[in-house]
């Protein structure tokens, strides 16, 4: 059988590549480096068999029934799949697949730590300060920062990221580890001595509190008001997961009252909109303890590459009639 496929954004080539090689599939890609609209979106699904989406794609039942009830696989180039409908699609038949991969892990702990250094040595704040002419004598008071070493980190969520940044911070920077997931991590505490807390507890004792769970309804707004209350004034907190896990209004008032002391953002609420209300959006950045970078925590050439390899070996799986190494349940 031949498999016709949409690829919904021009993507690093591997992957791309790898499809092309296959005599069964016809690829149509979009020939645009840009969210394709989506009313083109509707358009070029139709009479497919395969969509490769990205994570700004919603695929919702109005793209299953523009495509057609030909459609039997969603590949999403994301390890995150929030912009899936799911249940809509398991009625339907059609497989589900992501990218999760060690890499892509790595790049996204990475990133996190990154964010880290960033407010605890504001590094974004005094680059700028320097820049401007500031610097004009050393100073023993002079935009005092934090240190890591032997500070309490709280990892919400540990799967493969949030593990690797607990293994980072743990190794390298002798940080105590708390942590808080559905269910208890054994091997994560005989490795790193981390301790299993209740969300509150966690909250409360953390110096830096980090994210790493999917969006799903019961993560929305997880962190809002009234868990803000319950942390430290010197503490941090880290999102690189999926924006509506912090409410962001709360987030706002919480660092205007100086309730935390600062926070590392990759992902927004309303994505790509800092502060959801498109009419006064600079709440977020105009604050100096705020280290705001635009959902690129897995944006090295490295992984974006893999990425398109994973997605690619899924549609090869499924076209090749075998189960994809990451199709979601
Ligand atoms: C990025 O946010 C991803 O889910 O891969
Ligand atoms: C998957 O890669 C995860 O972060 O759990």
């Not at 999760?100 to 892990?105: A, F, K, L, R, T």
């Not at 890591?148 to 540990?158: A, E």
């Not at 942590?179 to 005989?190: A, F």
């Not at 909109?273 to 600079?282: F, S």
Request: net charge positive; hydrophobic share 40%.
């Amino acid at each position: 059988m031949k498999y016709s496929a949409f690829v919904t954004r021009i993507i690093p080539d591997e992957g791309i590549n790898l499809l092309k090689k296959n005599k069964n599939i016809e690829l149509d890609l979009y020939e645009h480096d840009q969210v394709i609209p989506r009313k083109e979106l509707l358009k070029r699904v139709k009479g497919k068999h395969i969509i490769l989406s990205i994570l700004t794609d919603k695929i919702d039942k109005e793209v299953f029934d523009a495509a057609g009830p030909q459609l039997k696989m969603i590949a999403n180039y994301a390890v995150g799949f929030d912009n899936i409908d799911l249940v809509e699609a398991k009625k339907r038949g059609i497989t589900v697949t992501n990218t999760p991969s060690e890499m892509i892990s790595e790049s996204v702990a990475e990133h996190t730590i990154a964010l880290m250094f960033a407010l605890a040595k504001r590094i974004v704040e005094t680059d700028k300060f320097t820049r401007a002419g500031k610097y004009k004598a050393w100073g023993p008071q002079l935009l005092l920062g934090t240190d890591l070493f032997k500070k309490t980190i709280g990892i919400i969520g540990t799967g493969r990221i949030g593990t690797g940044v607990v293994h980072r911070l743990h190794d390298g920077f002798g940080m105590k580890v708390v942590y808080n997931d559905v269910k208890k991590n054994p091997q994560l505490e005989q490795e790193t001595g981390a301790k299993f807390r209740s969300l509150t507890q966690l909250l409360k004792e953390s110096d830096f509190v980090s994210i790493h769970v999917p969006l799903l309804p019961s993560t929305k707004h997880l962190i809002s008001t009234k868990e803000f209350a319950l942390m430290k004034p010197t503490a941090f907190i880290i999102n690189t997961a999926r924006g509506p896990i912090i409410d962001e209004k709360a987030l706002c008032k919480a660092l205007l009252k100086k309730q935390i002391a600062g926070a590392g953002l990759d992902v927004y609420e309303c994505e790509p909109l800092i502060d959801c209300d498109p009419n006064d959006n600079l709440e977020l950045r105009k604050m100096d303890n705020v280290v705001l970078t635009p959902h690129t925590a897995s944006a090295t050439l490295t992984t974006r590459q893999e990425m398109s390899k994973i997605a690619a070996k899924n549609i090869l799986a499924f076209v090749g009639g075998k189960r994809p190494p990451n199709r979601i349940e």
